[in-house]
Structure formats: C-alpha cells, structure tokens
C-alpha cells in the first residue's frame, strides 16, 4: 500500500503543512518555499524531500530549478481515508438517531 | 445529507461534532448504558460488540471488545475522569490493535440545541506524531471493515 502512515507523518510537521499550504497556491521554486519561513534552504529541502517521499508533491525540472506543487493523487488518497472514517463514524451515529428514537418513547415518564 | 463533521485542529486534536434530534439526557444515557453502547457503536456493518463494560463514573472504568465474527477483532479500554450527566463525559482510551496505541484524551459534550442536542467530540493525542498514527492506523481498520463489508456484497 503507498504508505499512508508515511503521509500522516509528513503532514506531521508545521513547517511542512504551511509548505503544502502555500503550495495549494500554486507552483513554487524552493527560494519561494523557504522565504516565509527562518530556515537554510538545505533545511527546507529536507523538508520537501520528507514531502516528496510521501507522495504529497512533485517536482519538475525547468532548467536549473526545480519548482514543487501538490501531488494531486497523494492528496486525494489522504482525504480518502478521512471520507471513510466519516463513514463508519457516520453509521454509527446514524443507529443511534434509532436508538434514542427508541428511549424517547419508551423511557419519556423516566427520564425526568 | 450530512450531519456530522470531522476535522484535525492544531497539532493533536481531533473534532467531530454531531446533531441530534434527541435531547441531551437521552443522548448521555446511550454513550453510558451498556445495553444502548452495544445497540449502536459498532462502526461498519457486520461487526458486534460481544464484550461493553462501562462503569460511567470519575475513576470508572470501561472495556469495549468488538469482531467482526470471522476471526478479527481489537479492543479498547478506557478509565473515566470527569462525569457530568448529562452534560459532559471526560476519559482516556487507548486501542489494542493487538499492540496498545498511546492515550488518547476525549471530551465529549451534549448541548440542548432547539428540541435537540448537540454533541462535541475534543480528541487530544499527546503529539502531533501520535495523532498521524491514529489516522494511519484507524486506515487499516476503515479498509479492512470495508473489505468484510465488501466481501457481504459479492
């Protein structure tokens, strides 16, 4: 499986989420990346290589830069996973709009 | 139609909040009777939860031990630290899938909301790292649940 823990854990990391944040703008060269923010730009490329490794950016080539933006594909599967927690947890909740149903009228003399 | 949210905030923490038709007395009572629990929190179809313990009080203890009927199950334990019927309920869980996962820090709330309530989940992780494993790790289960739902329909 293309490692979701991998990309939980690079999200895991505030400098590498405002990375993505800023990256959701658009295309960006690593002196964009790392203008906002008090850090050498090797800092910043270890950064982008943690993001790249987990499949939430890509980079091409265009000359002698290398402009990053989002991995659609990486992005979509993290939000996949949301979408089914929200399922199973919807489910739950939607039995138990039954059960209180049930409470209501059967416990309304009890309840007070 | 949807009723429920869910999103991360800050660094750790986990909000999922919840609108009912049910007042908040009712609502409290389904998240501390046994017999209601097992009627309810079982997540995707075809999964039991053969084994709920809760005694729902300050330094209470609960067990909730779930399968899916074909061999795979997991379990979680909790300990309860603030108790407020009906109103607030604060505990600590941890999940044995079979290894233990760190704590995990739960406030959960019911609002009267018009004729109904509103509930507010506050999960706390101790960091962020942790929080990223609980959302890997809850993917395995969401995936595996999937597959035995999957495997219902073919």
Partial sequence: ?112 | MSKMTLKIEGDTHVIVTRRFAAPPEALYRAHTDPELIQKWLLGPEGWTMPVCINDAKPGGKFRYEWTNGKGAGFHITGEYLEVSPFSRIVHVERMFLPDRTPDNHVETTFERDGEGSLMKIRMTLPDEKTRAMMLATGMEHGMEASYVRLEGMI
Avoid: C
């Avoid at chain 1, 979701?4 to 964009?32: Q, W, Y």
């Avoid at chain 1, 203008?35 to 943690?50: C, D, G, N, T």
């Fill in chain 1, 1 to 112: 499986m293309d490692g979701l823990d991998t990309k939980f854990s690079a999200l895991a990391d505030p400098t590498r989420r405002a990375i993505l944040a800023r990256l959701s703008l658009g295309e960006a060269t690593v002196n964009e990346l790392a203008r906002p923010f008090e850090m050498s730009q090797p800092a910043i490329s270890q950064h982008l290589k943690v993001l790249e490794d987990a499949g939430l950016i890509l980079r091409r080539v265009e000359g002698t830069k290398r402009p990053r933006r989002l991995a659609k594909e990486g992005i979509e599967a993290m939000d996949q996973w949301l979408g089914m927690l929200r399922t199973a947890l919807e489910k739950n909740y939607d039995r138990l709009d039954g059960v209180l149903a049930n409470i209501d009228t059967q416990k309304k003399g009890e309840m007070r």
